[in-house]
């Protein structure tokens, strides 16, 4: 399974533990977010429950997916390592998810450490009823923000202006994600841009694991669906970004 | 049957404000097993885009070109499997990585079968000398280890074909030296190579044969000796001599001055080439109006002498 080795490679050799942006992201940005939350349901006098501890988690884990997935390919090619990437025999699709899959990996540190942090920091009550459907979901989840993560390398690979705008991709797809707001509430048309992202099911389905509603599974199988849609559309995308790279001398820095 | 093919190969570019500029002119040549074939040429002949197209990274505009018989145009990732390639500078390595790091993540990328890996390492690790700094981390290296490090890179696959473009570039004599040795006992193992360059005596030492591209466009081809030969008529002499009229040797119709070095105060050299066919006697008697000669001789034509001259009317 050369794509498992591939993975690991990633996780191992190019997870960047020393960036301080991660470190922030990853160990300090959950904190925050929970003492935000802590203080604001203290004022309110609102309990907190558990879709507000994953809710703080999820931000922190998308945040990390968008900067380092982000960033991944348009580094390559900035380091002039893109050409040595295309000229090896493993398809670059294969390269791309290896690192989008290493880093939702790595993501998942946030994820326990908001737990870590929400039971023994803020003794708040998690209320995961069925782990192995939290996990599950959870899987779902890195799915989801893998996917994202890919389209994003490619997006910014491909118009490179678009990198420098990474920041204001950030907060909308937060808020189009349903992590904090219902995507009912959302008018229409930001409804439909919300179903569209495969995050909106994988955020969905977590709540309702939550909440322990029925629909737990449907909505996990939506968001794998619509990610496998996005992964197939990316196949073809990055052999058409490939192509047009070669055709315009584009790979590297020279 | 030639291991590498190139039949009017033909590359044009859009630049940034939308004009189009011709990289290559229909360049065409063959180069056969175990040959260090050398590509030469100023900044922007076509050098690097002949090599990107050869190894996959570009596609051309016209033409075609193959790799062990294989359409590189068609059939790139075929081609990838048994080519590698090593470009000059300290770009395109990860400097937080060892080196041992950094083959091991390039043994996953050809599929080298986990069982070999650590073994195909050492042996690459030795044959480029960097035992000593295996375990350390790439950004401490030096240009020369980094540019060993990219040819045990390029060793990973056992390819039958490897792209150097200006891979010494940079390097130290003795780094450069080292190079050089490891493509000739390379060569001998059958690898072949196309090399980028330009020092016109690394391309003199390496190539078996040279083509000069000017252009885009192909100028000449043939061996190093082939090409000096088709400068036989360039009448390049070098003298040791006490000049006291310096503009006026500047100004003379019958020579012009190619390179002139203080030897010491007084005293210079100067290559200089004789515009019309006449003998060393002659020669001297035009240098005797402004200065005094010491010594006079007929210099071999080196590969820079032929170059220069080849190349002259570049844009």
Known sequence: MNILSLIIKEFIYFTNLNNRIYQFILFVQPLVLLTIIHFMSVMKGIEITGPYIIATAIVSMWSYVLYSSGSSLIWQKWNDSLNLLIAAPVSLFQIVLSKMLSNSLIA???????????????????????????????IVLLVSLSVV??????????????????????????????????????????????????????????????????????????????????LFILFFGIRRMEKIMKQSGSLGVV | MPVIEVDKLFKEYKTKNGEKKVALNGVSFDVHEGEVFGLLGPNGAGKTTTIKILSTLLLPTRGSASVLGIDVIRNGEQVRSQINFVYGGEKGVYGRLTAFEYLSYFCVLYRIPR???????DELITMVGLEHAEGQQIYTYSKGMIQRLHIARSLINDPKVIFLDEPTIGLDPVGSKMLRELIKSLSKKGITFILTTHYMSEADELCDRIV????????????????????????????????????????????????????????????????????????????????????????????????????????
């Open chain 1, 108 to 138: 998942f540190i946030s994820l326990t450490l908001t737990l870590f942090y929400a039971k023994i920091i803020f003794s708040l009550n998690i209320g995961i009823a069925h782990l192995g459907t939290f996990i599950f979901t959870a």
């Open chain 1, 149 to 230: 993560g890919m389209f994003l390398a490619v997006v910014f690979t491909t118009v490179q202006e678009v990198y420098s705008f990474q920041n204001f991709i950030l907060t909308p797809v937060i808020l189009l994600s349903g992590i904090f707001i219902p995507v009912e509430s959302l008018p229409f048309t930001f409804r439909i841009i919300s179903y569209l992202l495969p995050m909106t099911w994988a955020v969905e389905s977590i709540y309702s694991g939550l909440n322990e509603t029925n629909d737990v599974f449907l909505l996990a199988g939506v968001s794998l669906g619509s990610s496998f849609i996005y």
């Open chain 2, 115 to 121: 069982k070999q890996q650590k073994l195909l390492i």
């Open chain 2, 212 to 315: 000069f591209l000017k252009n885009g466009s192909m100028s000449s081809i043939g061996t190093p000796k082939q090409i000096k030969e088709e400068c036989n008529d360039l009448n390049v002499f070098e003298a040791t001599i006490q000049l006291f009229d310096q503009s006026g040797l500047e100004n003379e119709e019958l020579i012009s001055v190619n390179d002139l070095q203080h030897i010491t105060e007084s005293y210079k050299t100067i290559k200089l080439e004789f515009k019309k066919n006449l003998d060393i006697s002659e020669l001297e008697n035009v240098l005797k109006k402004y200065c005094q000669v010491i010594k006079i001789q007929r210099k071999e034509i080196s590969l820079e002498d032929a170059y220069i001259y080849l190349m002259k009317d570049v844009e």
